[in-house]
C-alpha cells in the first residue's frame, strides 16, 4: 500500500514537473501512468482519497 501511494505521489509529481516544463509527451504518459495506479488501487481496495486533492489540483 506505501508502495502505490508512493508511486502515485512520485507520478503526480512528475505530471507538475512536465506541464510546467512544457513536456506534453512526459505528461500524457504521467496522466496514463496515475490512472493505472488507481485503477491498481480501486482493484485492491485501497483508499487513494488522501492527500492527493491539493497535489492533483496543481498538476
Same mark, same amino acid.
Given at each position: 500500500? %506505501?508502495? #502505490?501511494?508512493l =508511486?502515485?505521489?512520485d507520478? #503526480? +509529481?512528475?505530471l =507538475?514537473?512536465? =506541464?510546467?516544463? $512544457? *513536456? +506534453? *509527451? #512526459? /505528461?500524457? %504518459? &504521467? /496522466?496514463? +501512468?496515475?490512472e *493505472? !495506479?488507481?485503477?491498481?488501487? /480501486?482493484?485492491? $481496495?485501497?483508499d487513494? *482519497?488522501? $492527500?492527493? &486533492? +491539493? !497535489?492533483?489540483?496543481?498538476?
Open positions: 500500500m %506505501t508502495t #502505490l501511494h =508511486r502515485i505521489y507520478a #503526480l +509529481e512528475s =507538475r514537473r512536465a =506541464r510546467e516544463n $512544457g *513536456d +506534453e *509527451d #512526459l /505528461a500524457v %504518459t &504521467q /496522466a496514463g +501512468e496515475i *493505472d !495506479l488507481v485503477e491498481i488501487a /480501486a482493484r485492491h $481496495g485501497v487513494i *482519497d488522501c $492527500g492527493y &486533492q +491539493e !497535489l492533483a489540483h496543481a498538476a
